[in-house]
């Protein structure tokens, strides 16, 4: 097991295209690390690059000691899982898993005791003869998670594995994953374009745009304070609302009325933008106790809760996130109210947290 | 090689597949569709029917009038005279045999150098990759006839003309772009992952492709050097402009050099004939399947 440091990682393609601009990653040992991010943001990329798949244009990388910049995927010592999950078509389950080892060549007795190993802690029992081609979806991801295993490798690299699977069994295998990953304490990173997926398996999470590093935290550090626009946009379903303050008065007030607490070490004459979550605001009754009047544009009801999406101070798109009981029909009048803390604030000009 | 693929990829099994549409109502519809086929099958197949019988009359069967359709003597001479003369073997057959080399021979050249070739174009960022492949395709754009004379010029210096070599060289470089094309489009349809896997698992990349991408391509290239044999088998214009002695010349430009005597003996023309169309639909038919999976390749997602 170990660490994996990348420093000032860049990857140019023969062709132009820049796949990685400039990313630093210091993931501990035995941490499961996120890389979260839309489709050519690079994190696929610098998952290949940690591989030995791809190689880097600069930058240095590290896995435990080692600096592996010129080694081989297979001296790395790591195992990974791939997003369609790349059984040999030809050989059965059993022959999957103890392809690996047959390829360092361990002796048989232990070949097949590993194999026994990760196919019972995976439950693959029942599939040891099967050929790729009569195993379901989840199956074929339980033997592609088993072949990573039986390598005993120093690191996990997941290439978005769950993608490709339905709904209910994704999040079936996102706490299989997790629960494994605690309990082998292996070090694992894990590229994902899904939020509730980094959310929720991530120790930290790095959210990445555009060939860059946006954001390193932990999923509550992430959800709390996005360090730019762009962490505040993709994370929160439904997303952080952006609303233009102005300070007054010690205050942040928007064009509608609304006032925050403003954050200490504000800076002055800038253009900002307040980030506040749609569970911290609150539709009221009109002329309710500290709230600002606005209009209620459309209502989506989830049955937990019900989304509103508000026109305040000229502003059509705040959503709010309200309990199912609280109805209010559309295009009624209502009250805001804002009942969260202090917010994140934002220069609209650098698209970053100043305060 | 237009007319054999076409007839390779014969669109009326698939045809009986589709549900018929209501435009002209069903039992109209089928029925004129039914005559339109069967007027157009014997439009296509009464000049294959017609070698095949003379290529199995005798002489003065061949000549009769009115012609004779299904009263005559059968007889093998003529199949008999394609292979043997009197003392050994006949012209036509060492024809047949240079057929056999310079398709063989220029179709595994092509593919040993052209599946690479698509494997590279397809797993790897290549600077200018369709402008490249764009103009690997456009050598394929003029007709081969365009660039005869300049060849054969340039064949003339090299020593070239009248070579089995030759033939093998120009067949070779019409084959190897066709052969990316195709090959690219099999390749793209095996997931890297795959290769991305064994060379974690600690094979190079080029074991990787070799031990994992390869087996699952086979199909593939059978179907392309199907392709690229019934191209080379077939080849016409370059055979006669480039070879003359009997000891060169492909099976094409010799049956056609039967004809143009004071004489033309139709019943050896015909045997010839029928021996040079069989392997064709022999291949085509065992790779057919494949055949139109490479017409209608990128047709369907997988």
Known sequence: MAGIEVTALHKRYPDGTVAVEHVDLSIGDGELFVMLGPSGCGKTTTLRAIAGLERQTTGDIHIGDTLVNDLPPAERDIAMVFQFYALYPHLRTRDNLAFPLRAEGLPKAEVRERVDEAARLMRLGPLLNRRPRRLSGGEQQRVALARALVRRPRAFLMDEPLTNLDAELRADMRTEIKHLQGALGTTMVYVTHDQVEAMSLGHRIAILNKGRVEQIGTPLEVYDRPASLFCAAFIGSPPMNLIEVEVADGKLRSQGGLVLTPPPGLPRDRCLVAGVRPEALEVTEPGAERSVPARVVSAEWLGDEIIYVVDHGGQRDVRVRMPPTVRFAADAPVGLRHTGGTPAVYDVSTEELVA | ?302
């Open chain 2, 1 to 302: 090689m237009g007319v054999s693929v076409d007839e390779a990829v014969s669109t009326g099994p698939v045809r009986d597949h589709t549900p018929p549409t209501r435009r002209f109502g069903g039992r109209g519809r089928s029925v004129l569709e039914i005559a339109l086929l069967t007027v157009l099958a014997v439009v296509m197949l009464f000049p294959v029917l017609w070698m095949i019988e003379t290529s199995i009359k005798e002489n003065r069967d061949v000549y009769a009038i009115p012609a004779k359709f299904f009263d005559f003597t059968v007889t093998l001479d003529h199949f008999k005279d394609v292979f043997v003369a009197s003392g050994g073997r006949s012209a036509l057959s060492v024809s047949f045999l240079n057929s056999v080399v310079v398709a063989g021979v220029s179709t595994a050249l092509a593919t040993v150098l052209g599946v690479p070739a698509a494997w590279a174009y397809s797993r790897f960022a290549v600077k200018a990759k369709k402008d490249q492949l764009f103009f690997i395709l456009s050598t394929r754009f003029m007709p081969p006839v365009v660039v005869v004379i300049p060849i054969f010029l340039m064949y003339r210096q090299f020593g070239l003309i009248d070579t089995k070599l030759g033939l093998i060289l120009i067949y070779t470089a019409f084959n190897v772009p066709f052969t990316i094309w195709m090959m690219k489009g099999f390749v793209d349809e095996v997931p890297a992952e795959y290769e991305d896997a064994a060379m974690l698992d600690g094979y190079t990349r080029l074991q990787a492709f070799w031990r994992f991408t390869l087996p699952l391509l086979l199909p593939g290239i059978a179907a392309t050097a199907v392709f690229a044999l019934i191209f080379s088998w077939n080849e016409f214009v370059f055979a006669i402009f480039l070879t003359s002695s009997d000891d060169v010349r492909t099976a094409p430009p010799a049956i056609a050099g039967l004809i143009g005597g004071t004489t033309v003996d139709w019943g050896l023309v015909a045997a010839a004939s029928v021996v040079f169309a069989l392997p064709v639909l022999v291949f085509a038919y065992l790779v057919r399947k494949h055949l139109v999976a490479g017409v209608t390749l990128g047709a369907v997602r997988r």
